[in-house]
């Protein structure tokens, strides 16, 4: 069994979360700003270190390949993604490139040969915090978004995805997309809900991704003054929206048990303490690992919507901005990595994803599974995002042991 | 029965209305502004040219004094205020001063006697839509506010307002407060709401104001991402702040026939569509002319915010950053505005007023009333805003013989 080595691993992790830490041991790097130049910089060092063929393509998505003993053989698939969240945690994305990292340096530490080439993959823009939208650097490569107008894309201060590819040097001469047929591809990622941990477990091996469904609602009431306004006269948009958001938190509880339902985004006009809201624009996201459900779950909420402006004497406009499929994850590349687990004897278990990742997009292109290592307290996409360390420690142990197995495949 | 020119009114109204006039026959005049400036300007030209003693205060409170037969008599203070909301309506306030100021023209055209002084005032900055806070000139003047304090409040800009006033040159040099003791006060103003449309009447007598209070509320949940984070571990701000919506509107049916309930602004943070919303600010507006049921609804407000944050397991504060009591403007000064409201012929009803106004704090230094016209479907504080004209008249009949009626009292 190929062995990782532990303090390495660690001291890798704490070095690359220097770069754009904050006060709070939190982790503020955003794609392609100065301080992911500085983490891709290093990123690059550590792949030439090991003698890695490196590459940067036009989206700046950045390669490491390893040659297998089969120069025919098609490669394995892994990494994830270097930027971060604003103000965001350590854990996500960092720790699936830096387990593939270890990964390799595990190989040439022990000299195991591998039959198929292994590249190691640092995904542009996975969060989509700066330039939208997210999965950028996957979805490009997998030919789901089109390169050319993500290029174009800019940031709230103007700057196009291109400039600033340009800006850090990271707008690399290779051509967006995969240059040969792929075996297969592997990415570990914090898990981001509470599961793992819940149950004691330090794997999960995830097998899909829900699929899920983004509403858009603006509701038109009349702006009234709070004082001389009767009720029986008032249109108040807010009114309906609160009605829909207690509606939405409500079907969480309809058609399937995995059903999660949120209204993250709600903004009120004009918003002054004694006039009645004329105008509330806000979101839903529902989500399912059944996709009927989540077609059902958009009705619902379409007929609560009605109702509560109906009830309210209110118009409204009502947009699905988005919806994805579920994804199923290769069966195989599961297997392989649940055989893995059991092998390092790792605690484990099969499950779902109910965020998207890198890996949805790669799963479109060749056989692809995730795995999870618990986040504390479900936390992420915040300053306090963190992971037991020997939670961490053996998803690498399995993660090594899973592309071992992969990388070796028939 | 001192009769108005109608044709002169109306004009007057039109030129008036040209000066911060919106391209859909709004009124966008912040205090102490540009247009502010213009319309002072066109004040105090036709308080001049009716041989009126103009001055101006340190708050920019401009008053007109007409000498009346007893040179010793208290005088009858009337007036509104010429500033608007932004891109609000041309009735508001506005119609105030204009109808005090054709009291005085048509007093003057027919040479009638009043034995007391007659003061018409146009207050600074009634809206408190630019600075902080509202009814600031009247507030000031009746030291109901502190006035150092106030001439340091600063706009967006960081604009105080006593550098407004000098920018644009009504800093006046007069003490602000009375100079001697009032007999009375009337205010006629927009109805802001529909009563008096609904009963097909042209004038209110107001007889009081309701008593009001505002809580800010801010709830403290988690920021989860709305994928992976199962519904049982949700601490949702929005949902407990929603609950807190529907209720407030709900509580509009407790504790008495009057009672008006809104939440007038809500902020959520982060605010975005895939995370759980973490904080949201709110406000709560409660008003009743019944000061104990104003009380009993903060209570009752205060029970539900703790119920919807108990529910959901998050935190909250609660701030009650205002409350006023009730306002009974004088019974003499309404029973004589009903009295010439009968003399006239005018379709009328005494009624409460929902919202504050500049007579609220006269009020408290002489007695007051106030006459409403009705605003077509209660609109206000916006360009829709309307009074029809024939009704606008009609107010301005029983204002003059409301005013000859106080200026010749004992």
Known sequence: MVTIDPERFRETFERYSEIGRTDADGLHRLALSEEDREVRDLFVSDLEDLGLEVRIDRIGNVFGRAEGTDPDAEPVLIGSHLDSQPYGGRFDGQLGVLSALETLRAFDDEGVEHRRPIEIVNWTNEEGSRFKPALMG?????????????????????????????RIGYRGDDPVGPREEYHSSLELHVEQGPKLEDEGLSVGVVEGVFGMAWLEVVVHGDADHAGPSPMYSRKDALVAASDVVGAVRRLS????????????????????????????????????????????LVEAVEREVETACEREGVEYDLEEIWRIPHTEFSPTVAETALAAADAVGASHRAMVSGAGHDASYVNEMTDTAMLFVPSVDGKTHNEAEFTEWADAEEGARVYVETVKRLANAK
Not at 278 to 288: M, Y
């Open 253 to 296: 509880n309809r058609f399937a048990d995995d059903v999660v339902t949120t209204v993250g985004e709600l903004e009120v006009a004009p918003g002054s303490i004694n006039v009645i809201p004329s105008e509330v624009r806000f979101t839903v996201d529902v989500r399912s690992y059944d996709d009927a459900v989540v077609g059902d």
């Open 138 to 166: 996957s979805g490009a490569f997998t030919g789901e978004l089109d390169l050319e107008e993500v290029l174009e894309h800019a940031d709230a201060d103007g700057v196009t995805v291109a400039e600033a590819l340009d």
